[in-house]
């Protein structure tokens, strides 16, 4: 088969660094991305990386093919067996579906939404072109479902979600499973939950990164261009006025050093971190930096009036604060790590998530949302 030498590897390489099941492992080795995206090289198209497909007139990105990791990572949340019918929220380039249809095998079915026609006609052609015709791809907003075909033993969102629409859980068999990037006060994890009595609860959390829905269900998060060439990008868990941090950043910064020598790595402080500072800090930020050739880094921070602090860790762990009220903001950011550290660097899959209907009063962060009521906890 075409370049299975290349998906080979990239199975292999996904193994080093995470559990794989079988069944995934066997989706991937089977489904050819490069024929989803064309344009591509091939070699590029099996590396574990995202790729973006689309942009919209401010030059966001706003579709893209996700990761292989955090796919594998979420597949397996979400455990589709042969024979399940699936709803996939959030079609793409077609690859997910793909995979989902692999995964359900000739008894089952998937059905994939997109909110863009231009996208569907083109996952349609992805798909065909590899030759897989067990997907109905449907141009459609998500958040309404596809109740034409329900109930689903499993949906899935490939788009980061703002809240859980009322419709996936109508839709969704009573011992159904709903995986999805769900926005936490800015921050998104990969939850996948279940019923428990009259609310959902979560069975796995992993951290994710997601292109946002877009529509009447998009969230308030507001992501903003501050330079380009290279791009620099700032993101807000909500609109709020911050003053000018693209000029604080040209301003020599403070520096306060948290850690003389901090052996994990920046990319997973920074995830890690910012799930916390999005539970305790109203003021804060993710800073987005695009390298080109060598992928995104990402940076947690706090941010307003004219003034910005984030994050480094380059052997050490420091706050940099820039702006007039940058050497403020780094030592509060620093006092948060070092909250942090001392709660035991709790991460993404410590966290438990409930989702109500509705108003309730419990123990732990809640997070009103516009259906359901989130109430988050580390175990």
Not at 221 to 238: A, I, K
Not at 305 to 316: M, N, Q, R, T
């Amino acid at each position: 088969m075409e370049f299975a030498t290349q998906r080979e590897a990239l199975v292999a390489q996904l193994r080093k660094r995470q559990e794989v099941s079988e069944p995934v492992a066997a989706a991937l080795r089977a489904v050819p991305r490069h024929l989803f995206v064309p344009g591509v090289a091939p070699e590029d198209a099996y590396r574990d990386e995202p790729i973006v497909t689309k942009r919209d007139g401010e030059g966001l990105p706003i579709s893209s093919s996700s990761q292989p990791a955090i796919m594998a990572t979420m597949l397996d949340q979400l455990g589709v067996r042969p024979g399940h019918r699936v709803l996939e929220i959030g079609t793409g380039t077609g690859y997910n579906a793909a995979l989902l249809a692999h995964l359900a095998g000739p008894e089952g079915r998937v059905v994939s939404l997109d909110i863009d026609d231009d996208l569907i006609a083109r996952a349609r052609q992805h798909l065909a072109a590899a030759g897989e015709s067990r997907v109905e791809v449907v141009c459609a907003d998500g958040a309404g479902g596809y109740p034409a075909s329900a109930p689903y033993d499993r949906l899935i969102a490939t788009v980061g979600v703002w809240d859980l629409a009322p419709a996936w859980l109508e839709q969704l068999a009573p011992d159904g499973r709903l995986v999805a990037p769900l926005d936490l006060r800015g921050v998104q994890v990969s939850v996948a939950m279940e019923r428990a009595g009259d609310h959902w609860v979560s069975r796995s959390v992993a951290p994710c990164g997601f292109m946002r829905m877009r529509g009447p269900s998009a969230g308030p998060e507001v992501l903003t261009v501050l330079r380009r060439d290279p791009e620099l990008m700032l993101g807000l868990p909500e609109p709020r006025d911050i003053g000018d941090v693209a000029a604080a950043l040209d301003a020599v910064p403070t520096e306060i050093t948290i850690k003389e020598e901090e052996p994990t790595p920046a990319p997973a402080i920074a995830m890690n971190l910012s799930l916390w500072l999005a539970l305790h800090e109203p003021r804060w930020c993710v800073l987005a930096a695009d390298l080109g050739g060598r992928g995104v880094t990402m940076t947690a921070g706090l941010a307003e009036g004219g003034s910005i602090a984030v994050l480094a860790a380059e052997g050490s762990l420091v706050a940099r604060g820039h702006g007039a009220g940058g050497a403020r903001l780094a030592a509060e950011l620093a006092a948060h790590v070092k909250a942090w550290d001392q709660a035991g660097r709790p991460e993404a899959g410590d966290l438990r998530v409930e989702a109500h209907q509705g108003p309730v009063d419990a123990k732990g962060v809640v997070i009103g949302k516009r259906h359901t009521t989130l109430v988050l906890s580390f175990r």
